[in-house]
């Protein structure tokens, strides 16, 4: 089992027990996000994912087994769960994406119970982030006010780094709301399929109605069993813009191992962006052979692998900048 960042390791550790008993994977996948969106601690990924510039909070996620089974949703707002969502419609429907407002009834409709999705913290930072942040932004001409929507969008901000102890990304807890952290893993199970699952509560107070790559498949997650399997976690824009899940396996379907296919996403990322300070873009990869790494276009990227050894966090094997 593989997870981005520190705090994957939690939730690969939960979903252990059942994989090891020889639990498919697409099981222990569900399980190890539906953990992290369950965990307030976590700020990124359900309830206590921080909310879009309305203080309403939206989660995307998805499920992928393979080009012909895979299943997602978008912008969730009354359920913590967008993973377990997810392979709903990749089981119950003829369909790949459900968005909006339709997606919750579909969960509704699924027996999905309805929850809070706010937690209280998170509450708090957006509070505090309308009060601090915006306030600085517009003050500094990098925040507009359309229809009484901040966009504070264009404000730069530190970038996300993994001080390697399963909880917040950065040292300024002040400025921790501007991070990245979605969960993403990948679980080959004892059979030797290959799943992995995304949930991600997106961009910190992100205009609302913004999608990230996270739920879009090939985007934030691609699994083919012929090749293998890529999750990434980042500003969505980078990572959507080349496709970059389906990017690193292809790379491996070409031959490529895992850490080199990491590297050519992350440079097609650095050559098609002029890249900004708090841009960061990591991916996790498994090829079907079990090679497997982590990579990041900066510094502070971890990932945590599991296996029958235990656990281990391990820093990016490879990081394409030094800044
Ligand atoms: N990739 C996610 C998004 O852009 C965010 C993240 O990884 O933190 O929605």
Request: aromatic share 6%; charged share 20%.
């Amino acid at each position: 089992m593989l997870g981005t960042w520190s705090f994957s390791a939690r939730a690969l550790g939960a979903a252990w027990p059942g994989l090891a008993q020889g639990g498919k994977a697409l099981d222990a996948a569900v399980v190890a996000c539906t953990m992290a969106e369950e965990d307030p601690a976590v700020d990124s990924v359900g309830y206590g994912g921080l909310p879009d510039a309305d203080g309403q909070v939206s989660l995307d996620g998805c499920v992928m087994l393979a080009p012909g089974r895979a299943g997602s949703v978008a912008c969730l707002k009354r359920h913590r769960h967008p993973v377990r969502v997810a392979r709903m419609v990749m089981e119950r429907t003829r369909h790949l994406m459900l968005a909006g407002e339709a997606a919750d009834r579909f969960a509704d409709e699924a027996g999905e119970l309805r929850e809070e999705v706010l937690a209280p913290e998170a509450a708090a930072a957006w509070k505090r982030w309308m009060e601090q942040a915006v306030g600085d932004a517009l003050a500094a001409g990098t925040a507009v006010e359309r229809e009484g929507v901040i966009d504070a969008s264009l404000a730069p901000g530190p970038r996300p780094v993994d001080p390697g102890a399963g909880g917040p990304l950065f040292l300024s807890q002040e400025r921790r709301w501007w991070g990245h952290d979605t969960i993403g893993a990948i679980v080959r199970d004892r059979a030797g399929t290959i799943a992995g699952a995304c949930s991600t509560s997106g961009t910190p107070f992100k205009l609302p109605g913004r999608v990230g790559d996270s739920p879009i498949i090939g985007h934030g997650l691609y699994v083919d069993p012929a090749a293998g399997a890529a999750v990434a976690t980042g500003t969505g824009e980078l990572i959507s813009a080349v496709c970059g899940s389906f990017l690193v396996v292809e790379g491996m379907r070409a031959g490529k191992s895992a850490v080199e296919s990491i590297r050519a996403a992350l440079e097609r990322i650095e050559r098609s962006f002029s890249l900004e300070p708090q841009h960061q873009a990591a991916f996790v990869a498994l090829r079907a052979d079990g090679d497997h790494a982590g990579g990041a276009l900066r510094n502070g990227f971890l990932y945590s692998r599991q296996d029958g050894q235990g656990c281990t966090v391990s820093p990016a094997t490879v990081v394409l900048r030094g800044d």
